[in-house]
Nanobody, 121 residues
Framework: QVQLAESGGGLVQAGGSLRLSCAASGRTFSSWTMGWFRQSPGKGREFVASVTWPGGQTDYTDSVKGRFTISRDSFKKTAYLQMSSLKPDDTAAYYC??????????????WGQGTQVTVSS
């Protein structure tokens, strides 16, 4: 059993920054992917970013490129999402996900409970 613990969400003004963390505990694998998705009312689930073990490959949705950065702890199964230049449209519940490379398609073996990010005007 793998559990994903998310932290870092909150309320921030437009243009501000937040850093999300996702730490995996329990059984993990030497080769896998961790990533972030977000959901807001009426918009559905959207892929945000992902990072792989062991290669460290990263991927982003176009709307966050240049503003968000995903990174990892190479020895721990921990992923971070540095969110800068935040916009009100970034307001959503953010979910950490982990599994195979199919995480980028929304197919994940494990999901976090979600953390709310609210960006005010």
């Amino acid at each position: 059993q793998v559990q994903l613990a998310e932290s870092g969400g909150g309320l921030v003004q437009a243009g501000g920054s937040l850093r999300l963390s996702c730490a995996a505990s329990g059984r993990t694998f030497s080769s896998w992917t961790m990533g972030w998705f977000r959901q807001s009312p009426g918009k559905g689930r959207e892929f945000v970013a992902s990072v792989t073990w062991p290669g460290g490959q990263t991927d982003y949705t176009d709307s966050v490129k240049g503003r968000f950065t995903i990174s990892r702890d190479s020895f721990k199964k921990t992923a971070y999402l540095q969110m800068s230049s935040l916009k009100p449209d970034d307001t959503a519940a953010y979910y950490c996900a982990a599994g195979s490379s199919a995480v980028r398609l929304g197919i994940a073996d494990y999901w976090g409970q979600g953390t709310q990010v609210t960006v005010s005007s």
